[in-house]
Nanobody
Framework: QVQVVESGGGLVQTGGSLRLSCAHS????????TSWYRQAPGKQRELVAT?????TYTDSVKGRFTVSRDFAKNMVYLHMDSLNTEDTAVYYC???????????????WGRGTQVTVSS
């Protein structure tokens, strides 16, 4: 059974930084890609960043957020700088993971970690 677990959320002041971590555990063949999403109260879930050999970001976080991956540890990180109140949301990690070399990847989600930016 694959588990995806986020950590690193918390309360930070405007202009501050946080680093979110996404840990992958269990038995699997490969992590194909990982995305960070966020959902603010009353809003739809939004794709923030993806890493899959290259990195992509939604426009509102470009230049402030950096997604990275540690292959050896099966970890993915989201480093967030210059945070503002509009970044307040629950942040979710989601990965496309294969269990062997023959089947399509499956998508796994974590339960999220709360990021609150105070003014």
């Amino acid at each position: 059974q694959v588990q995806v677990v986020e950590s690193g959320g918390g309360l930070v002041q405007t202009g501050g930084s946080l680093r979110l971590s996404c840990a992958h555990s269990g038995t699997f063949f490969a992590i194909i890609s990982t995305s960070w999403y966020r959902q603010a109260p009353g809003k739809q879930r939004e794709l923030v960043a993806t890493i899959n050999g290259k990195t992509t970001y939604t426009d509102s976080v470009k230049g402030r957020f950096t997604v990275s991956r540690d292959f050896a540890k099966n970890m993915v990180y989201l480093h967030m700088d210059s945070l503002n109140t509009e970044d307040t949301a629950v942040y979710y990690c989601s990965s496309e993971i294969t269990h062997d070399a023959y089947h399509l990847p499956r998508q796994y989600w974590g339960r999220g970690t709360q990021v609150t930016v105070s003014s």
